[in-house]
């Protein structure tokens, strides 16, 4: 028998954590903290995108992590683009957590690169943000 849970209050979980994600993804790129600037927008992605599959589907998140999967989930039409930065902003996850993958992710993670995906974050964020009060 499957748990009933209090939607509200799980969703509610996921947007204030996402949140919270999404404030310390913009405090690191002020910091100069590009790698882990670019963790936290993946964090905040993957965050907001469960709230999303929990009001969709009534029950709790499944354990991904992968953005497009979770995206399917929701039920949410992606473009191509949108498709195509939650890809790239999915592989922000595994690159803050392994040595030899973050000592590479950390010289192509330019200051210029991690103002580019903030932003893209940034737009998806709130646009996914909009989604889930609609």
């Not at 595994?94 to 010289?107: E, Q, T």
Request: charged letters at 30%.
């Amino acid at each position: 028998m499957e748990e009933k849970i209090n939607i509200k209050k799980v969703v509610n979980y996921w947007t204030d954590s996402a949140e919270d994600n999404y404030q310390t993804a913009g405090y690191l790129l002020k910091g100069e903290r590009y790698p882990d600037c670019l963790f936290f927008c993946h964090l905040a992605m993957e965050k907001i995108l469960k709230a999303l599959v929990v009001k969709e589907t009534k029950t709790h998140a499944p354990y991904i992590h992968k953005l497009v999967d979770l995206a399917k989930l929701s039920k949410i039409y992606l473009s191509l683009g949108q498709t195509e930065n939650l890809t790239t902003i999915t592989e922000f996850n595994i690159a803050a957590r392994y040595d030899a993958i973050k000592y590479n992710f950390r010289k192509k993670a330019t200051k210029e690169y991690a103002e580019k995906y903030f932003l893209i974050s940034e737009k998806l964020y709130l646009w996914l943000k909009e989604k889930l009060y609609q």
